[in-house]
């Protein structure tokens, strides 16, 4: 074989490997979104929809089957065999050698490897091989090779390839690697479920083993891992305890640390419950129904899936009708609608925090050093039945609340004030909640964890507090708010123009329209300096350029990378 015949061989071969590595680096890309969006199609739909013309089905995709249809209406007769090759070829590597869009420089999330991914891949690849065998038997065939009337030069040196098919059929499954993994989930569903079933029936045989064990499970729109955390801390001080850790709070998530770190020995199980959908948190009391329920509040998170507040506040008052009977109903009595749960229930007791409680806080005082407050008991007449001093370096005046939260149940479980009082002093901030970090002279307020409007509005009060060096903000907004989203964001951009704040970097052009405007129509100087970036990472280039030695940061709420405008 000549060199220019394997010039031309090469361009074939180019052609296959440029597609195939497109294709890879897509379905890799696309199976940490499924993963991001917990596996479930519905979610997935979603963002498909909105990523359609960037990420789904592309220009480049578009503009390549435009030009093969081209070429072979108009020029089919006059360009030779080689000359269709290279055109191919060039378009190909032009348009598909680069996989920047599928494969980050950095991710926040990266793919896990977990064992339903290697079951739902396994599952995707036998849907995609006898497309790809058909793809390579049919552009290879001899028949058809010698039925193209482009092709006039002697076909002995050359691969029997068709490279009009070849490319096209290529492109054609580089768009399917995408719709393929919809029927791959919808048939490995049932194994899922089946597979979950067994998870959840080791879990309540494994509680059920363990009669004496406290179960504490908590809910509510926001504060839930705050309050987990309070709560570990203060019953620590004289129980064994197994705590479900960071945001653990799914079925499976759940399932996994009991199962996995439930000893025997443990006495107390604290579970935070989460919720994304009706009937949520029902499913997570089957597998571990609690003796001591704490509800936080009722805001408007997930109000894109729950619909509304009143369906929202419905969820969180599951763990009201599902604490067992003789159970500690623990609740922020500061919070209207969650004051009114649990009180049909005569079998159970109900313990209120809060300015009308009989666990609150008075002589409050916040600031960047942390918290502090004169925490008292009362009793069911309203007397007094003790006070003390709680210091803590967890920052702003919505930890106390959750403080508060802790104590009661604390109580319940007869802990002492004084006992209290040192855990209290000896808290550490949840990781990506207020969490206060120095990085090269720079303070940073790391709550990248919160998307509530209420934490928003606290977490700038906090940044506001600093009383030297300035101040800079760096947020992509809040998610999940349904109707309200653009009204919400646009009251957050209003306080932060309310607060002395010298730059507000916005992440994500098109989301933070409303923070914008919010903070343009409130602002009475030039501050904030308004910065927009496409993501964090060039957000993080402009803090850098901006920030001094002494200066502050606040991070305020992270986007997963489902929310990539770029």
């Known amino acids: 074989m000549d060199l220019f015949s394997t010039f ?25 979104m499924f993963q991001q969006h917990g596996y479930k199609t519905h979610e997935f739909r979603k963002w498909v929809s909105s990523n359609f ?45 680069s996989v920047h869009i599928y494969r980050p420089e950095k991710d926040k999330k990266p793919l896990v490897i977990t064992n339903r991914v290697k079951r739902l891949l396994i599952t995707f690849l036998i849907l995609i091989a006898p497309i790809y065998y058909f793809i390579f038997s049919f552009s290879f065939s001899q028949e058809l090779f010698y039925m193209n009337r482009a092709i006039r030069e002697s076909a002995g040196n050359f691969i029997t390839a068709d490279p009009y098919f070849l490319t096209f059929l290529l492109a054609l499954a580089d768009i399917l690697v995408l719709f393929l993994i919809f029927p791959a989930a919808w048939l490995m569903k049932p194994v899922e479920n089946q597979i979950q079933e067994g998870f959840k029936k080791q879990a309540r045989e494994k509680l059920a083993s363990m009669p004496g064990l406290k179960v504490i499970a908590i809910t509510g729109s926001y504060g839930k891992t705050s309050t987990k955390f309070v709560i570990d801390a203060f019953l620590k001080e004289r129980y064994r305890v197994c705590t479900t850790p960071g945001s653990f709070n799914t079925p499976m998530g759940i399932c996994k640390v009991i199962n996995n770190d439930l000893e ?10 989460g919720a994304r959908y009706s009937g949520n948190i029902k499913e997570l009391c089957d597998i571990a129904r609690p003796d001591i329920s704490v509800i936080t509040n009722v805001g408007i998170s997930h109000l894109e899936t729950f619909g509304s507040k009143e369906a929202v506040a419905n969820e969180k008052a599951t763990l009201a009708r599902e604490l067992k009977p003789g159970g500690k109903l623990i609740l922020n009595g500061d919070d209207p609608v969650v004051l009114q749960m649990g009180k049909s229930r005569t079998d159970i007791k109900r313990i209120i925090t809060g300015k009308n409680g009989s666990v609150r806080a008075e002589n409050i005082e916040t600031g960047p050093a942390g918290t502090s407050f004169t925490l008292k008991w009362l009793d069911e007449d309203g007397n007094e039945e003790g006070s003390e001093k709680i210091t803590t370096s967890l920052l702003g005046i919505h930890n106390v609340q959750n403080i508060l939260l802790g104590a009661a149940t604390a109580r319940e479980l007869n802990l002492r004030l004084p006992t209290l009082q040192i855990a209290a002093s000896q808290m550490k901030p949840v990781e990506h909640r207020l969490e206060l970090k120095q990085r ?35 947020t992509p907004g809040m998610i999940e708010l349904g109707d309200l989203e653009d009204e919400e964001n646009y009251k957050f951009g209003e306080h932060i123009a309310g607060h002395e704040i010298d730059l507000a970097i916005l992440v994500g052009p098109e989301r933070t329209i409303s923070i914008k405007e919010g903070i343009e129509s409130a602002r009475k100087s030039d501050k904030p300096e308004i910065r927009i970036a496409d993501t964090l990472f060039e957000a993080n280039e402009i803090m850098s350029d901006f920030v001094k030695q002494g200066d502050v940061v606040l991070y305020e709420n992270d986007l997963p990378d489902t929310y990539n405008e770029s």
């Open 53 to 97: 013309n960037t990420k789904i089905i592309t220009t480049e995709h578009l503009l390549l089957n435009l030009i093969i249809l081209m070429v072979i209406y108009f020029f089919a007769e006059r360009i030779t065999f080689v000359a269709s090759v290279i055109i191919m070829a060039v378009f190909t590597v032009f348009w598909f050698g």
């Open 264 to 273: 025997t020995n443990h006495q107390v199980l604290i579970l935070e419950m």
């Open 8 to 32: 031309i061989n090469g361009a074939v071969l180019l052609i296959c490997a440029v597609f195939l590595r497109h294709s890879f680096y897509r379905g890799r890309y696309f199976f940490q």
């Open 440 to 474: 090269n002279g720079i303070t940073v307020i790391d709550d990248a964890f919160n998307s509530n409007p209420k934490g928003a509005k606290n977490a700038i009060e906090v940044l506001a507090s600093f009383s030297s060096g300035r101040k800079v903000l760096i």
